[in-house]
T-cell receptor, first 111, second 115 residues
Framework: SQQGEEDPQALSIQEGENATMNCSYKTSINNLQWYRQNSGRGLVHLILIRSNEREKHSGRLRVTLDTSKKSSSLLITASRAADTASYFCATPQTGANNLFFGTGTRLTVIP | DGGITQSPKYLFRKEGQNVTLSCEQNLNHDAMYWYRQDPGQGLRLIYYSQIVNDFQKGDIAEGYSVSREKKESFPLTVTSAQKNPTAFYLC??????????????FGDGTRLSIL
């Protein structure tokens, strides 16, 4: 399987703290994407990082990619209660048309 | 506003019945996808379509069927052959297939249950 796997499965932090979640994958990729899913809703695309990039920022989000370790991390700084959601990494297979999603990290931010 | 609309939000299926989930997009996207999500799990690809009148099976296509007669529409039929249909179904679209590095836009899902 080339599915990404997030770690930890669940994370609970106080508002204002930083949240870090990790994603590991098994095959070569040309990009990695992170998505957020609020309970009972669809996924929302957060950020895409290409294989030739090592770090990317978007507002309070910071994503890193280490292709040698086949891993990525998503950092949410100064978390808010509204950040409570599940976060998924997704990787496309080079030459194919599937997007593989991990099982997600469930983040709870306590006000 | 552009987006993806899935309907209905909740759907109940009787034994032996086929049901159809609707997915409509006005984003002018070429590619469309159907995923199944089970509780606490990631998404699994059922079918995808990169262009009108063409679609391919994903990882778990058995018991499902699709059509793509219009660019805007990609309905999913859950047939009676799908013995465990209870799940959250998500439709998505993108400018091109994921091999082209484009992010996917999702609808808000249909929750299907067996009566």
């Amino acid at each position: 399987s080339q599915q990404g796997e997030e770690d930890p499965q669940a994370l609970s932090i106080q508002e204002g703290e930083n949240a870090t979640m990790n994603c590991s994958y098994k095959t070569s990729i040309n990009n990695l994407q992170w998505y957020r899913q609020n309970s009972g809703r669809g996924l929302v695309h957060l950020i895409l990082i290409r294989s030739n990039e090592r770090e990317k920022h978007s507002g309070r989000l910071r994503v890193t990619l280490d292709t040698s370790k086949k891993s990525s991390s998503l950092l949410i700084t100064a978390s808010r209660a509204a950040d409570t959601a599940s976060y998924f990494c997704a990787t496309p297979q080079t030459g194919a048309n599937n997007l593989f999603f991990g099982t997600g990290t469930r983040l709870t931010v306590i006000p | 506003d552009g987006g993806i609309t899935q309907s209905p939000k909740y759907l109940f299926r009787k034994e032996g019945q086929n049901v159809t989930l609707s997915c409509e997009q006005n984003l002018n996207h070429d590619a469309m996808y159907w995923y199944r999500q089970d509780p606490g799990q990631g998404l699994r690809l059922i079918y995808y379509s990169q262009i009108v009148n063409d679609f391919q099976k994903g990882d778990i296509a058995e018991g499902y069927s699709v059509s793509r007669e219009k660019k805007e529409s990609f309905p999913l039929t859950v047939t009676s052959a799908q013995k465990n249909p209870t799940a959250f179904y998500l439709c998505a679209s993108s400018v091109e297939g994921p091999g082209r590095n484009q992010p996917q836009h999702f609808g808000d899902g249909t929750r299907l249950s067996i009566l």
